[in-house]
């Protein structure tokens, strides 16, 4: 009986020590995203027009590969704010697209941690977006940053408030190089 009882405690309480050994992988710092960037925003469902939009672009399988990438993701709130005609051309002018959808995209993982320490990050269009912490809120050009550190497998998202365009002057010359 004596075997027994010691035996049952031994398998209580290596399965309370796996519990929590299982809590601490999941909330520590060393947790791992399991799913990508596409993946996390569809999940979190207030992403669905730049779903919409990126699949349009055809940049779903760029932003589901290996990256990293940071992504500033405007809500369907933010998309909102654009006039509903301006959206739609957008949306069928797939170069135009892809410039503004591309400009909302840094190379590699920069979290809040970082961001508050520049002033600017060069984006995958190929032109730098503008950070400023305005009492205590993080700006990227005119949108406010709503939350962050939103961890994928690729990368990291932080959401902002409004979709950001890509300068006109300097995506031009850009596209004449």
Do not use: C, R, W
Not at 63 to 77: H, I, M, N, Q
Not at 104 to 110: A, E, R, T
């Amino acid at each position: 009986m004596k075997v027994l009882k010691s035996t049952a405690l031994h398998v209580t309480l290596a399965s309370l020590l796996l519990v929590g050994a299982i809590q601490v992988s999941i909330s520590g710092d060393n947790y791992k995203a399991k799913k990508d960037i596409i993946d996390t925003a569809v999940e979190a469902g207030q992403f669905k027009t730049l779903a919409t939009a990126l699949t349009e672009a055809g940049l779903i399988e760029t932003l589901k590969g290996k990256g990293p990438f940071t992504v500033f993701a405007p809500t369907d709130g933010a998309f909102a704010k654009i006039p509903k005609e301006t959206l739609n051309n957008l949306l069928k002018n797939k170069e135009q697209l892809t410039k503004v959808l591309l400009y909302h995209v840094v190379p590699g993982k920069v979290t809040a941690e970082q961001v508050v320490k520049v002033d600017g990050a060069k984006t995958a269009e190929g032109t730098s977006v503008k950070i400023a912490v305005k009492d205590g809120t993080v700006m990227v050009d005119n949108a406010k940053v709503v939350k962050t550190d939103i961890m994928a497998s690729n990368g990291v998202i932080h959401v902002i408030d409004a979709v950001i365009m890509p300068p006109v002057g300097q995506t031009m010359k850009k596209s004449k190089q």
